[in-house]
T-cell receptor, first 112, second 115 residues
Framework: GDSVTQMEGPVTLSEEAFLTINCTYTATGYPSLFWYVQYPGEGLQLLLKATKADDKGSNKGFEATYRKETTSFHLEKGSVQVSDSAVYFCAPQRNQGGKLIFGQGTELSVKP | EPEVTQTPSHQVTQMGQEVILRCVPISNHLYFYWYRQILGQKVEFLVSFYNNEISEKSEIFDDQFSVERPDGSNFTLKIRSTKLEDSAMYFC?????????????FGQGTRLTVV
């Protein structure tokens, strides 16, 4: 079945450091790919998405590129802030309206 | 901006009791979902609902669980006889399912504690 593997956390960075959170997936066809973020005590918020190969999703300084050849959707940010501390989830969606398959989540902690 | 709302935010129930978790999806959305997250673990899909019927369900969604859209605005998850292992955060989500906007929008969750 479909699955997602994310980089294990927690990831601890200093403010203004470069962030990469790796995500690889197995899914049939051409899924849409999402990153969701969960801030402490809150629900899941969409961070960014890409719906076809080579698309780049971006939001709030975060970026991820849909790499079909490597089945990856790595999340990057050039300069993290303390307010980016959260748990990040990679999630493919096989078809429109279909379920999301969540990775185990990667906790990010940014220190001042 | 429209949002998915869930009530209650926290529910404590005795083992064996029935609980109903309530959700109001975004009004023009067509697809509705329930997910759960056991503390410290990943988010797991439970069920999806489209056109007034279940479109997909996971192995977790056994006969103890049911969903309903009773009045065109609410979307409920019922657990008939709760077990300790049902303790989790339950998230409702909705999407319009279109090609351009396929992403799901999540509510803030209901924390269910079974004692």
């Amino acid at each position: 079945g479909d699955s997602v593997t994310q980089m294990e956390g927690p990831v601890t960075l200093s403010e203004e450091a470069f962030l990469t959170i790796n995500c690889t997936y197995t899914a049939t066809g051409y899924p849409s790919l999402f990153w969701y973020v969960q801030y402490p005590g809150e629900g899941l918020q969409l961070l960014l998405k890409a719906t076809k190969a080579d698309d780049k999703g971006s939001n709030k300084g975060f970026e991820a590129t849909y790499r079909k050849e490597t089945t990856s959707f790595h999340l990057e940010k050039g300069s993290v802030q303390v307010s980016d501390s959260a748990v990040y989830f990679c999630a493919p969606q096989r078809n429109q309206g279909g379920k999301l398959i969540f990775g185990q989540g990667t906790e990010l902690s940014v220190k001042p | 901006e429209p949002e998915v709302t869930q009530t209650p935010s926290h529910q404590v129930t005795q083992m064996g009791q029935e609980v109903i978790l309530r959700c109001v999806p975004i009004s023009n959305h067509l697809y509705f979902y329930w997910y759960r997250q056991i503390l410290g673990q990943k988010v797991e899909f439970l069920v999806s609902f489209y056109n007034n019927e279940i479109s997909e369900k996971s192995e977790i969604f056994d006969d103890q669980f049911s969903v309903e859209r009773p009045d065109g605005s609410n979307f409920t998850l019922k657990i008939r006889s709760t077990k300790l292992e049902d303790s989790a955060m339950y998230f409702c989500a909705s999407s319009d399912g279109s090609a351009k906007r396929t992403e799901a929008f999540f509510g803030q969750g209901t924390r269910l504690t079974v004692v």
